[in-house]
């Protein structure tokens, strides 16, 4: 019913398309109105989280006393790390009986008046197999019931320099409303991490589906799984891991081998699209990372030397590479005239500018939190290099379409749409290599219009063509199922069938005789057709042409007769 009115009512589909745009258009108005706009002021009664980063009182090495808010870097004024002091708000809105702290590589005490409520330096968490830290993680813990108006000080130590100085968020509250105050912290990087990974997952799967039929370039899986550990490393810097897995150590873990192995599969997609010209030295800085990736692993795992400790030459193997990129990728682009690297050129500066950007502010500015500057540049990366393979599967997909279609027209007879006769010794030579037992199933059909330059010389070539367009249906209508049809000469035609037995053949045959009378009763001239078919014979046929030549045979036997009406008996 839709197709009918489609067909029939004019401009059913413009005023379809209308009608669809209109309603988008209403349903984003509508939801945009509900967000920002409610008709009935209702809002949920979220409990609110006290962001307690401020007023934490700090006492330097000489005695003076400042007053700083987080995150910041101080100098350590215990061994080890920083002391620092505050007052739990007395008279808040918020109910407060839980601190939250995000730590990077660091221990805590937490001490309300005189209680300890907090000790991570604990021997139970210094025994485990990460004995030295459990990487980045929030810090949940419940405080006193009566801590509203007293001292808390907090002691920050590590075993890392880098971080005895370092300090990050504080939320006081509930546990339900700072996580709720985490949640909308970092669930956009959460999402962000999500989106990338299942986009890694979907060009792998693209590449796995389109392989069959070479639609896809290999670059396809290289850049899904580039997507997907970068994807890894965003989840593990999102904030947001510990509370899906319960596990502080694994966001720790799989950001420092999501960085080694998302570098990896960055220069091995790089060498499936533009790294032939330095493909030396782009494979020795591929044999330099996968190296310190396994050798840092191994270190790990023996409890010899973390991650951490190792990060440093994994940042600067990530620089050399990042930088190798861009000036290959300028040179192939600008010098070679490669104007294909030209997205890739600008998806590469624009990470390595992130990427600058990162180390500079983790090394100089002291930071505890990663991905300030990356994300952006990634996220750039993935839309630009994202957008490029998209277009190239559409490329390629339009190639092998007008590929197709070619191969069909070279093997199509233009008059009638049948088969031609390339089609037909494609089609021989496919079953040449059975066995000859298989080949006997093979059955053979040639069939000729009879007095066809009469009909052209007395009615018109149009109707010697009708003709020919006739014979060339009825074939389809009673052998297609069965066989392929050709054309394989102006007259000619041949049909193949496969697993037909005798009878049958000389059945078809007949009806296909018996619907050339029937339409020559109703035609103004002389209208009909010779055919003769053989069965593959190991005996007589060195192959099916041979065969073919003994179905003609017999053909040629019957258009001499004078009576075309009995069907031939087989060869």
């Not at 025994?127 to 920050?156: N, V």
């Not at 320099?161 to 006081?172: C, E, R, S």
């Not at 500066?349 to 090394?363: I, R, T």
């Not at 994202?386 to 070619?406: C, D, P, Q, T």
Request: glycine share 6%; aromatic share 12%.
């Amino acid at each position: 019913r839709t197709r009918y009115f489609l067909m029939t009512v004019p401009n059913a589909g413009v005023t379809v398309r209308n009608l669809l745009l209109i309603a988008s258009l209403l349903s984003l108005a509508l939801i945009v109105y509900a967000l920002f706009l409610p008709h009935l002021n209702e809002r949920l009664d979220n409990e609110a989280a006290l962001n307690f980063s401020s007023g934490w009182k700090y006492e330097a090495a000489d005695g003076s006393v400042q007053e700083v808010t987080f995150p910041t870097a101080l100098a350590p004024n215990i061994p080890g790390g920083i002391r620092l002091t505050n007052t739990i708000p007395e008279n808040s809105d918020v109910r407060i009986n839980s601190i939250a702290k995000y730590c990077v590589f660091q221990h805590y005490r937490i001490y309300v008046g005189d209680e300890r409520v907090v000790d991570t330096d604990d021997p139970w968490l210094l025994a485990r197999h990460f004995d030295k830290t459990s990487g980045s993680y929030w810090m949940l813990q419940r405080l006193p019931a009566d801590c509203a108006g007293k001292k808390i000080t907090m002691e920050i130590t590590s075993a890392y320099p880098d971080y005895q100085q370092a300090t990050g968020t504080v939320y006081l509250g509930t546990k339900a409303s700072i996580l709720f105050a985490i949640l909308r912290e970092c669930l956009g990087n959460f999402i962000i991490a999500i989106v990338m990974m299942l986009l890694g997952l979907f060009f792998c799967l693209l590449y796995l589906f389109g392989r069959k039929h070479s639609l896809i370039a290999v670059s396809c899986i290289y850049i899904g799984k580039l997507m997907f550990w970068i994807g890894a490393w965003e989840l593990s810097e999102s904030g947001m891991l510990q509370f899906v897995t319960g596990n502080m150590t694994f966001g720790t873990v799989l950001s420092f081998m999501a960085m080694r192995m998302g570098a990896i599969a960055l220069l091995v997609y790089y060498l499936s699209v533009a790294g032939r010209r330095f493909r030396r030295y782009n494979l020795v800085l591929l044999c330099a990372l996968t190296v310190e990736a396994v050798v840092s692993a191994v270190l790990q795992l023996a409890q010899i030397c973390d991650f951490y400790e190792s990060v440093r030459i994994c940042h600067v193997l990530l620089a050399v590479v990042m930088l190798s990129l861009v000036a290959e990728t300028l040179l192939e682009t600008l010098h070679f005239h490669n104007r294909e690297l030209r997205y890739l050129l600008l998806s590469m500066s624009l990470v390595a500018a992130a990427a600058v950007c990162e180390l500079a502010y983790f090394y100089l500015a002291n930071g505890t939190h990663l991905g300030r500057f990356l994300n952006l540049g990634l996220i750039a990366f993935t839309v630009s290099v994202s957008i490029y393979e998209l277009r190239m599967v559409f490329k390629n997909l339009a190639l092998a379409k007008k590929a197709a279609y070619f191969r069909q027209l070279a093997a199509t007879d233009p008059l009638t749409g049948l088969a031609n006769r390339a089609a037909l010794r494609e089609w021989f030579d496919a079953r040449e290599a059975l066995p000859p037992g298989e080949k006997e199933s093979l059955a053979v059909i040639v069939c000729d219009v009879d007095r066809l330059k009469r009909i052209n010389d007395s009615c018109g070539h149009q109707t010697g063509d009708h003709a020919i367009c006739m014979t060339a249906s009825y074939m389809q209508e009673v052998f297609a199922k069965n066989a392929l049809c050709c054309r394989t000469g102006g007259d000619e035609f041949t049909c193949v069938l496969e697993g037909c037995a005798p009878v049958e053949t000389k059945l078809f045959c007949e009806r296909f005789l018996a619907a050339v009378a029937e339409a020559d009763a109703d035609l103004p001239f002389d209208f009909s057709v010779s055919i003769g078919y053989a069965y593959f014979n190991a005996l007589l046929d060195k192959d099916l042409h041979n065969t073919m030549f003994r179905a003609d045979q017999q053909m040629y036997r019957m258009k001499r007769r004078t009576d075309p009406a009995p069907a031939p008996d087989m060869a």
